[in-house]
């Protein structure tokens, strides 16, 4: 089964960006659907983005949608999120999600089997 290993967290200034990765062991990365979420203290567990296995197809929450891009590598075996404009808002864990692909939806963390430890971004003013 897949494992995932997401890094790139740390802390930023608001109005940076981020690329996030999260890296996937196993031969089957690229039958998976690919999610990212986050979670903020005292908050739950949110869908932020996600892409099909080809990558051509990508949904984001409207909270980042415009400012956040989920992009994958099969070859790499690796899914990114590039985040741009970041605000204190989005202070979370964010979460690699791995699940195989039937079509969609994507935003349900139903969907998704496998889970990364999380990484945490943090924004400050």
């Known amino acids: 089964q897949v494992q995932l290993v997401e890094s790139g967290g740390g802390l930023v200034q608001a109005g940076d960006s981020r690329r996030l990765s999260c890296a996937a062991s196993?031969?089957?990365?690229?039958?998976?659907?690919m999610g990212w979420f986050r979670q903020a203290p005292g908050k739950e567990r949110e869908f932020v983005t996600a892409?099909?296995?080809?990558?051509?197809?990508?949904d984001y929450a409207d909270s980042v949608k415009g400012r956040f891009t989920i992009s994958r590598d099969n070859g790499k075996n690796t899914v990114y999120l590039q985040m741009t404009s970041l605000k204190p808002e989005d202070t979370a864990v964010y979460y690699c999600?791995?699940?195989?692909?039937?079509?969609?939806?994507?935003?349900?963390?139903?969907?998704?089997?496998?889970w990364g430890q999380g990484t945490q971004v943090t924004v400050s003013l």
């Open positions: 892409i099909n296995w080809s990558g051509d197809s990508t």
């Open positions: 196993g031969r089957t990365f690229s039958t998976y659907a």
């Open positions: 999600a791995a699940g195989y692909d039937y079509g969609g939806p994507y935003y349900r963390a139903t969907a998704y089997q496998r």
